[in-house]
């Protein structure tokens, strides 16, 4: 399939039905068109690394594959969750879940809270009638495109109408057995499995653990689609049995939030789920060796974590409010770890370059080597504008409280070792490097360079991760139609590239 690039869908949305009697106006008219069913092109072994298999994909011609977005940004369809489209499961996917290079959008008219309840609780089941043995297609059965089948089935038994595809091959009706609505009562909520348990089966954990033997690192992994963690030391895989699963405040959606392993002591910082009931996430510090836990910072909502270099604060990207927490603006916090003293940096939108922009909740906050200033990724919230980026990179200076617009861009990464900021375009075509001031920008590595064997068009994404001495950084590209990634080594002296290995792990932290 032909990956669409990585984009940083608006979280402050939400459903009309859900919204408080308070939200403002913009609010209610940016989600007035969910919950609503999309579908997009594909084409088949777009990414595939065999050139045979990319030919036999022109040649084949594309399709649609649907899915379902219940809010801005919150998906969930048909797809692998190991390489090789091995054991398609109903997931949330944000990145391929996307029209951004073609496709459209329709709403569902007839929603309504019961019903979105009723289709929650089918999407939380995991159950997919039109898949076959294993949630593959079955030649025996006929069910083929089960993607959009699904789709239109969780739509339809939920008690709403599907919007009309035509050209969607599989989206339509398929009979469901007798006891389906028993078997999706019957389920219970799937609890996070140990990441030890996950990632060893997946192709290129062994080549990862090669990898971080031979640089005697400690690598901390993510596992994007299920938000479950993993620790390699030295080549060895740590079993972290942690409650990582996150939903959205009234039980909607899973949603994701970065963790970060401390630059020494091996502590982790990590986001769990306190109580549904008024919904509460807590950042969680996980001792090494020992295991016991530390409750340091609590909000309705939690996206990502980062640690100081001195291992003495933590930046915190987090959304303040009530239940309603998903339809404000994010905010960034420094949690001082000694004090306890939690300072809130920013306080909903903030104007740079004449144009309004929030703290995104797609990316950590990122610290200078001396631990005074942090480099942040912004998303515009004002009136779009054609000319303006819709993600920036700014300075938040800690000291002086100045905050000054960088550039356009995402997933802002600091050298450990210097003042040197790495950082993607919002397209994922491009990896940079730039100077705190926002000068002296150059190209590291782009998806059309000559290194790259899984075509052009496979976006580079996720923050790249410096290694301790600042001499290289690991970074991440689409590898096929699933969540299947090829990690790189990126070598700054030399400015050369080198694959380490294919998998659904991803590194956030290299210490």
Same mark, same amino acid.
Request: net charge neutral; glycine share 8%; hydrophobic share 40%.
């Given at each position: 399939?032909?990956?669409? +690039? ?16 308070? !939200?403002?106006?913009?609010?209610? @008219? ?20 065999? %050139? ?22 919150? #998906? ?13 499961? +109903? ?43 294993? $949630? ?8 083929? *495109? ?15 109408? +599907? ?6 091959? =599989? $989206? ?5 057995? /007798? ?24 192709? =290129? ?12 690192? /400690? ?5 994007? *689609?299920? *938000? ?19 939903? !959205?405040? =009234? ?29 509460? @996430?807590?950042?969680?510090?996980? @001792? %090494? ?18 640690? /100081? ?13 009530? !239940? ?18 939690? #300072? ?21 906050? /990122?610290?200078? +080597? ?94 790249? !991760? ?46």
């Amino acid at each position: 399939m032909r990956a669409a +690039p990585r984009q940083l869908p608006v979280f402050f949305g939400i459903c009309a039905m859900m919204l408080a009697p308070s !939200a403002v106006h913009a609010q209610a @008219e940016a989600s007035s068109a969910y919950p609503r069913v999309c579908c997009r092109p594909l084409r088949k072994f777009a990414h595939s690394r065999l %050139p045979a298999a990319r030919l036999l994909g022109l040649a084949a011609g594309g399709f649609d594959h649907c899915f379902i977005e219940t809010r801005p940004g919150f #998906t969930t369809g048909i797809h692998p969750i190991e390489p090789h489209v091995a054991n398609k499961q +109903p997931v949330p996917n944000e990145e391929t879940d996307s029209i951004a290079w073609g496709g459209e959008c329709k709403k569902i008219e007839d929603a309504t809270p019961e019903k979105m309840q009723r289709l929650q609780k089918e999407i939380d089941a995991r159950i997919c009638y039109s898949c076959g043995a294993d $949630y593959h297609n079955s030649a025996a059965t006929g069910y083929f *495109n089960n993607s959009n089948t699904y789709v239109f089935d969780l739509v339809k038994s939920a008690g709403m109408t +599907p919007p009309a595809f035509p050209h969607a091959p =599989g $989206y339509k009706a398929r009979s469901r057995p /007798s006891d389906a609505l028993d078997r999706v009562n019957r389920q219970p909520e799937r609890g996070a499995r140990a990441a030890a348990e996950i990632t060893p089966g997946f192709p =290129g954990a062994a080549k990862l653990a090669g990898f971080s033997r031979s640089q005697d690192a /400690s690598l901390l992994l993510y596992v994007r *689609n299920v *938000n479950h963690l993993a620790l390699l030391h030295q080549g060895s895989m740590a079993s972290l049995r942690l409650k990582t699963r996150l939903s !959205a405040p =009234g039980g909607c959606c899973d949603h994701r939030a970065l963790p970060s392993l401390s630059h020494r002591g091996g502590r982790l910082a990590y986001v769990r789920l306190a109580s549904s009931s008024p919904h509460r @996430e807590t950042v969680t510090i996980r @001792e %090494p060796g020992t295991g016991s836990q530390q409750e340091v910072f609590d909000a309705p909502v939690v996206w990502a974590v980062s640690w /100081s270099p001195d291992d003495r604060r933590l930046a915190i990207v987090a959304q303040p409010g009530g !239940a309603a927490a998903f339809a404000a603006e994010s905010d960034l916090y420094i949690v001082d770890l000694s004090s306890k003293q939690v #300072t809130q940096i920013t306080h909903g939108s903030l104007t740079l370059q004449g144009l309004r922009y929030s703290v995104s909740t797609h990316a950590a906050a /990122s610290w200078d +080597p001396a631990g005074g200033r942090l480099a942040v990724e912004l998303r515009r919230s004002g009136e779009e504008t054609a000319s303006a980026p819709a993600a920036a990179i700014a300075l938040f200076d800690l000291a002086s409280g100045a905050v000054t617009w960088l550039a356009g861009g995402a997933e802002p990464a600091w050298s450990p070792a210097q003042d040197l900021i790495a950082f993607m375009d919002e397209a994922g075509a491009a990896c940079f490097t730039m100077r705190p001031d926002g000068s002296d920008k150059k190209t590291l590595f782009s998806a059309q360079g000559g290194f790259f064997s899984t075509g052009p068009a496979a976006p580079i994404f996720f923050p790249a !991760a410096w290694s301790p001495k600042g001499d290289q950084l690991l970074f991440h590209q689409w590898a096929d139609e699933g969540r299947v990634f090829d990690v790189y080594r990126f070598d700054m002296a030399t400015a050369k590239a080198k694959l380490i290995g294919r998998g659904e792990l991803q590194v956030v932290d290299w210490r």
